[in-house]
């Protein structure tokens, strides 16, 4: 069966860094464009970054643009998220899923960004 298993979150001070991995399996990752996603404490579910099949095209949402870094490893069938210069508003829970959240999301990883 499909499996989207997030990682990597924890507790960081502010301008700290985290990389998160997302392990997929149960469906042919390397043919879809996937993307990062969070949730914050009463929020929804927002986009954070998305990334093309073979890696080459990458977007982000405005707010983590310059400081977040997606890629992945289709022969690992993982996608990462490379964080840097946290900041307390990027406090949430982070998720992996397909552009379309194709396939039902797995637990997510907390960050938590705090002094």
């Known amino acids: 069966q499909v499996q989207l298993v997030e990682s990597g979150g924890g507790l960081v001070q502010p301008g700290g860094s985290l990389r998160l991995s997302c392990a997929a399996s149960?469906?042919?990752?390397?043919?879809?464009?996937m993307r990062w996603y969070r949730q914050a404490p009463g929020k929804g579910r927002e986009f954070v970054a998305g990334?093309?099949?073979?890696?080459?095209?990458?977007n982000y949402a405005d707010s983590v643009k310059g400081r977040f870094t997606i890629s992945r490893d289709n022969a690992k069938n993982t996608l990462y998220l490379q964080m840097t210069s946290l900041k307390s508003e990027d406090t949430a829970v982070y998720y992996c899923?397909?552009?379309?959240?194709?396939?039902?999301w797995g637990q997510g990883t907390q960050v938590t960004v705090s002094s």
């Open positions: 899923n397909t552009k379309f959240g194709s396939y039902p």
């Open positions: 149960g469906f042919s990752f390397s043919t879809y464009v």
């Open positions: 990334i093309t099949t073979g890696g080459g095209t990458t």
